[in-house]
C-alpha cells in the first residue's frame, strides 16, 4: 500500500485541465485525478469511491449531498473518531468544498474536518499496545497525517468564521478552538 501524497492542495491546476481559450476551470475538485485512490484504503477497502462521493458533496442537491457526506465520514472518519489510510488524501478537498459557497452542506463538512483533527484513537491504542506500531500498514501514522492535513489548510479559518452562516461560522470556531487557532 502507498501513501496518498497530501502536499498537493485540492486547488492546484495541471496544464491539461485548461480549456481551448486558456482559461483556468473554476470547477471545484480539479485535482482529484492527482490521489491514487485505487492503491490506498478507506474502511471499506479500496478508496476508489471517494471521488464519486466528493463530486455528490459539490454538486448534490442538499439531500444527496448530505447522504454522499455521511458515507464519506464512514468511510474516512469512522464513528466519529478513526481516520484510515485515505483520510489525509481527502482533507484537502474538504477543505475546498467548505469554502465553496454553493456546496449545501459546509457546516457538516467542517464539522468532520474537526472530527479529524480531534482524532487519536489510533494513537491511543498504540500507548496501550506498541506492538501496532510495527505493522507494515500504521494506523498511527496516517492519523498524524490526516490531522497534519486538516492544520495545513487552517488559512481558511478566519475567512469561514466571518461568514453570514451562523452554522458554519459556529463549526469553524469550534474547528478553530480544536486547532489552537
Given amino acids: 500500500m502507498r501513501t496518498a501524497p497530501t502536499h498537493l492542495p485540492s486547488t492546484e491546476r495541471a496544464d491539461d485541465c485548461l480549456p481551448p481559450t486558456g482559461v483556468a476551470k473554476a470547477t471545484p475538485l480539479m485535482a482529484l485525478?492527482?490521489?491514487?485512490w485505487r492503491d490506498i484504503q478507506d474502511s471499506t477497502g479500496c478508496a476508489a469511491a471517494i471521488p464519486l462521493l466528493l463530486?455528490?458533496?459539490a454538486w448534490g442537491d442538499p439531500k444527496?449531498?448530505?447522504?454522499?457526506?455521511?458515507?464519506l465520514r464512514a468511510r474516512i472518519c469512522q464513528?466519529?473518531?478513526?481516520v484510515e489510510q485515505?483520510?489525509?488524501?481527502?482533507?484537502p478537498f474538504l477543505?475546498?468544498?467548505a469554502q465553496s459557497p454553493h456546496v449545501t452542506c459546509r457546516a457538516e463538512i467542517i464539522q468532520l474536518l474537526k472530527s479529524i483533527a480531534d482524532?487519536?484513537?489510533?494513537?491511543?491504542t498504540a500507548a496501550v499496545y506498541p506492538k501496532l506500531l510495527n505493522h507494515r500498514e500504521n494506523p498511527v501514522v496516517w492519523e498524524r497525517e490526516a490531522r497534519q492535513a486538516v492544520r495545513d489548510r487552517r488559512g481558511?479559518?478566519?475567512?469561514?468564521?466571518?461568514?453570514?452562516?451562523?452554522?458554519?461560522?459556529?463549526?469553524t470556531t469550534e474547528l478553530a478552538r480544536t486547532l489552537g487557532d
Avoid: H
Wanted: charged share 30%; no cysteine.
Fill in 33 to 36: 485525478d492527482r490521489v491514487p
Fill in 64 to 71: 444527496t449531498a448530505r447522504s454522499a457526506l455521511a458515507d
Fill in 55 to 57: 463530486g455528490s458533496v
Fill in 79 to 82: 464513528y466519529g473518531f478513526v
Fill in 86 to 91: 485515505a483520510t489525509a488524501a481527502t482533507v
Fill in 95 to 97: 477543505w475546498e468544498l
Fill in 119 to 124: 482524532a487519536r484513537q489510533w494513537e491511543s
Fill in 156 to 171: 481558511a479559518l478566519r475567512r469561514l468564521m466571518a461568514e453570514d452562516d451562523a452554522e458554519i461560522a459556529r463549526a
